[in-house]
Nanobody, 120 residues
Framework: QVQLVESGGGLVQAGDSLRLSCAAS????????MAWYRQALGKERELVAA???????RYADAVKGRFTISRDNAKNTVLLQMNSLKPEDTAVYYC??????????????WGQGTQVTVSS
């Protein structure tokens, strides 16, 4: 049974940093692409960042230069370092996994999400 468990969310002020973590189990982590999505209240879920099994990355334009996705295959963990947070970054952040291309829009597994709230 595949499980993705996010942690690290919270309430911060604009300009602060947060690091989200996603612990994966029940899958061969090293062959999976991983991603972070977010969904703000009343909006559709959107891609934040994705990382291939080989470490290639892609980012949404809104977070380029502020967020960094990384993975630790030894710990079956994917991280999202978020710097210079803005109120518009407020959302529930979800971890996703896919055995295939990190460029895909369809992901196989999802976590339950962690809330990030940025106050102005």
């Amino acid at each position: 049974q595949v499980q993705l468990v996010e942690s690290g969310g919270g309430l911060v002020q604009a300009g602060d940093s947060l690091r989200l973590s996603c612990a994966a189990s029940g899958l061969t982590f090293g062959v999976y692409a991983m991603a972070w999505y977010r969904q703000a209240l009343g909006k559709e879920r959107e891609l934040v960042a994705a990382i291939s099994s080989g470490g290639s990355t892609r980012y949404a334009d809104a977070v380029k230069g502020r967020f960094t996705i990384s993975r630790d295959n030894a710990k079956n963990t994917v991280l999202l370092q978020m710097n210079s947070l803005k109120p518009e970054d407020t959302a529930v952040y979800y971890c996703a996994a896919k055995r295939g291309s990190y460029l895909s829009v369809n992901w196989d597994y999802w976590g339950q999400g962690t809330q990030v709230t940025v106050s102005s």
